[in-house]
């Protein structure tokens, strides 16, 4: 299997970024790391191991990227306004640094997005935010609703990146008619801690007509690499 590294200054975040590449060809898939992880977390986890097959077949190609969310969502240090910028800025670098990175080595118009936990919020997110690049988002025990990090703090900007807010009263024919051509997939286990949320994030889909399928998993450990795993094997 073809993997690579890959690291540059990033004007957007204003420091090194680094992540890694797996694959030669097909569908490029960003993966976005766990809660506070980093870009090798999921490959040292038996991700990439799991998913092997689809990439040395050529059928999809994994970049790793890392993340800033000590530096955004979960830095009690300071101001939620200020968390809210960082989380602004690394979606800047993945959309303008990252994805054409991504189209330019696999010579694919569109991308993937996927992670776990906090990671599967970015990858939903983003999928929601930015339909006309992403074909697909895998979402693996995601959660959505960021107020848990606000302290009490809203804004507009705040607004756009809470799914649980904006997808409610999506009503842009150009998004939706987007969302329906996306692959969209929210995967949990039925002990897993971010059940209730996916639920009610399928429902919120629903009501828009925005096609999503929720896979849940009966009697599965909660919210571990095992079971991300197990899960990755069925839809790559």
């Not at 040292?44 to 999809?60: D, F, K, L, T, W």
């Not at 800025?89 to 936990?117: D, F, H, N, R, W």
């Amino acid at each position: 299997m073809r993997r690579d590294y890959h690291n540059w200054y990033s004007p957007r975040l204003d420091r090194q970024m680094e992540l890694l590449t797996f694959g030669a060809s097909g569908l490029p898939i960003v993966v976005f790391p766990t809660e506070r992880g980093r870009f090798y977390d999921y490959e040292n986890n038996g991700m990439i191991q799991a998913v092997s097959g689809p990439i040395e077949e050529g059928r999809i190609q994994m970049f790793c990227v890392d993340s800033v969310d000590a530096e955004s969502w979960l830095n009690r240090a300071v101001h939620p306004h200020e968390r809210l910028a960082r989380h602004l800025a690394y979606e800047s670098y993945v959309l303008y640094e990252v994805a054409p990175l991504m189209k330019k080595l696999s010579g694919s118009a569109q991308i993937g997005a996927t992670g776990c936990g906090l990671g599967g919020y970015h990858a939903f997110n983003f999928a929601m935010k930015h339909p006309d690049l992403t074909a697909a988002s895998i979402v693996m025990s995601g959660f959505f609703d960021m107020r848990r990090f606000m302290n009490g703090f809203y804004s507009n900007d705040f607004y756009f990146n809470n799914p649980f807010d904006y997808l409610p009263n999506m009503s842009d024919a150009w998004f939706l008619e987007r969302y329906a051509k996306m692959r969209l997939i929210l995967a949990v286990g039925d002990r897993d801690v971010c059940l209730a949320e996916n639920v009610r994030m399928k429902e919120i889909l629903s009501k828009r007509d925005i096609p999503c399928w929720l896979d849940v998993w009966q009697g599965q450990e909660m919210y571990d690499w095992p079971l991300w795993q197990r899960m990755a094997v069925k839809f790559f």
